[in-house]
């Protein structure tokens, strides 16, 4: 099993800047992919931003240039830093993780989610 853990969403205006932290514990798995997505009251779930095991990235359209993915490998620790957020990146974030135990197939993982709120 493999827990994870937001955290660093908050209420801002819009304009400021958020750092939403993502933390994998996986003590059997190997973590291969890690990634944002979000929900907005009456919306489906979507895609932020993903950072692969190689280190590739994908982010969704609407938050290039204003959200950036970094990963400290040593911690397992995802971080989406958020910079000019808008009333419209209001949503629970939720970090996604991709993980394997050995050469067995790969599972996802969920967290609880953590409120963004931008105010305008």
């Known amino acids: 099993q493999v827990q994870v853990v937001e955290s660093g969403g908050g209420l801002v205006e819009a304009g400021g800047s958020l750092r939403l932290s993502c933390a994998a514990s996986?003590?059997?798995?190997?973590?291969?992919?890690m990634g944002w997505y979000r929900q907005a009251p009456g919306k489906s779930r979507e895609l932020v931003a993903n950072?692969?095991?190689?280190?590739?990235?994908n982010y969704a359209d609407s938050v290039k240039g204003r959200f950036t993915l970094s990963r400290d490998n040593a911690k397992n620790t995802l971080y989406l830093q958020m910079n000019s957020l808008k009333p419209e990146d209001t949503a629970v974030y939720y970090c996604?993780?991709?993980?394997?135990?050995?050469?067995?197939?790969?599972?996802?993982?969920w967290g609880q989610g953590t409120q963004v709120t931008v105010s305008s």
């Open positions: 996604k993780v991709i993980a394997a135990r050995g050469p067995g197939p790969s599972y996802q993982f």
């Open positions: 950072l692969f095991g190689g280190g590739d990235t």
């Open positions: 996986a003590s059997t798995f190997s973590i291969n992919t």
